[in-house]
Each structure stands twice: as structure tokens, then as C-alpha cells.
């Protein structure tokens, strides 16, 4: 089965706007991507969702090219709150079994 | 509208003991996942289950673990003889859609320590 890809760590300064690309091989064809977002000692929290092309919610923006073999996630300006881990989820299917993964997660660190 | 509850919060076990960890998917919600997550880890899957049904359990170890999600009641997953490797943070998530949209909703999760 494919597996998700996103890098493990990245920094930014306060106001800066951020893009984490995870990449997805072998998608399944009906399959959403949806990143979440997780602070210590708390479960992930759903940030953002989409197929392909572009999707805007008041928090962030997700690129998905038409291949959809990638995924960016933009935060916008981002402030100090934003420190957390980024998850990117896909499912995959093959060989008759379904299983849903995540990647590593991104520690993103914003800096004052 | 209450969101994923998981209890306990905190669990600690000794080796060879039993573990039980509850999870009340929100309202409406007929899917549930499980999912461990080891320290300074992504967070790995388990086991995805409907009611009364086990859909998928390829992340399930194949011996000591065990799910289940019963017509009426929340989804329990049961961790057996429970080793120190066991150790972690095991959430549970739930979703109202098709698991293909894969919009899941976390609980706080339930961190086990075995001594």
C-alpha cells in the first residue's frame, strides 16, 4: 500500500504565510485529503478538506493538483497559536483491503 | 452536541493486566476509528468498525487486541496481558459519511501507562 509523505518539521515567523506539501501516492480515485491539525495532550482537529483543485475555509487554504498525487496546506499569516503538529490523510486501497493513513505529521514552529 | 468522548483519560495498568478504553462516537455518528499514537509519534491506525461490524482491522496486533462496537453502547477497545510497549495514546474518532470522505472527529484520547 502507498503511504503519505510530508516533511517533519518546519519553522516560520509570526505573520508569515506557511505551506506544508504532503505527497500521496496511489490515491484511491474517490478519496478525499484532509489535514488535521494537533496540539500536545489533545486529539487532532480537522482543519481542512478537498478532491482536487483549490478549497478556502477561514482558516486555511488546500492546493491539490490535478494528478493528485500531492497536497499543500496554507496557513495564512500565521501566529504563535499556530505551533502544532500537521497531519495529511488519504486512503488507500489495493490488494481487496482498505486502510486509512496518516502521515508523520509536520511540527510546524512559528517563531515571535 | 457533545462531541467524541473517550474515557478513561488517563488508565495506568500493570504488565499482565487488562486495559479497556470507551469511546461514544457524537451524535448520529455510526462510523468509529481507533488510533494509537506513540510518544513523539504520527498517529498510527488500528481499526475502523460500524455498528456491530469490524470493517477493517489491518493496524490491529494480531494477538492481546481486540474492538468492538455493539448496538447499543460505545465502541470498546481491549488491549489484554498488556506489555510496556503498550504505552501510549489511543484515540478514537468517529464520522457520520462514507469513510472515503474521511471527515473524522477526535475524542481527548486515552493515555495508557503500564508499570
Known amino acids: 500500500l502507498a503511504k503519505t509523505t510530508q516533511p517533519i518539521s518546519m519553522d516560520s515567523y509570526e505573520g508569515q504565510e506557511v505551506n506544508i506539501t504532503c505527497s500521496h501516492n496511489?490515491?484511491?480515485?474517490?478519496?478525499?485529503i484532509t489535514w488535521y491539525q494537533q496540539f500536545p495532550s489533545q486529539g487532532p482537529r480537522f482543519i481542512i478538506q478537498g478532491y482536487k483543485t483549490k478549497v478556502t475555509n477561514e482558516v486555511a487554504s488546500l492546493f491539490i493538483p490535478a494528478d493528485r498525487k500531492s497536497s499543500t496546506l496554507s496557513l495564512p499569516r500565521v501566529s504563535l497559536s499556530d505551533t502544532a503538529v500537521y497531519y495529511c490523510?488519504?486512503?488507500?486501497?489495493?490488494?481487496?483491503?482498505?486502510?486509512?493513513?496518516f502521515g508523520k505529521g509536520t511540527k510546524l514552529s512559528v517563531i515571535p | 452536541n457533545a462531541g467524541v468522548m473517550q474515557n478513561p483519560r488517563h488508565l495506568v495498568r500493570r504488565r499482565g493486566q487488562e486495559a479497556r478504553l470507551r469511546c461514544s462516537p457524537m451524535k448520529g455518528h455510526s462510523h468509529v476509528y481507533w488510533y494509537r499514537q506513540l510518544p513523539e509519534e504520527g498517529l498510527k491506525f488500528m481499526v475502523y468498525l460500524q455498528k456491530e461490524n469490524i470493517i477493517d482491522e489491518s493496524g490491529m496486533p494480531k494477538e492481546r487486541f481486540s474492538a468492538e462496537f455493539p448496538k447499543e453502547g460505545p465502541s470498546i477497545l481491549r488491549i489484554q496481558q498488556v506489555v510496556r510497549g503498550d504505552s501510549a495514546a489511543y484515540f478514537c474518532?468517529?464520522?457520520?459519511?462514507?469513510?472515503?470522505?474521511?471527515?473524522?472527529?477526535f475524542g481527548p484520547g486515552t493515555r495508557l501507562t503500564v508499570l
Open positions: 490523510l488519504g486512503g488507500y486501497s489495493g490488494a481487496g483491503s482498505y486502510q486509512l493513513t
Open positions: 496511489n490515491i484511491a480515485t474517490n478519496d478525499y
Open positions: 474518532a468517529s464520522s457520520s459519511q462514507d469513510i472515503r470522505k474521511n471527515e473524522q472527529f
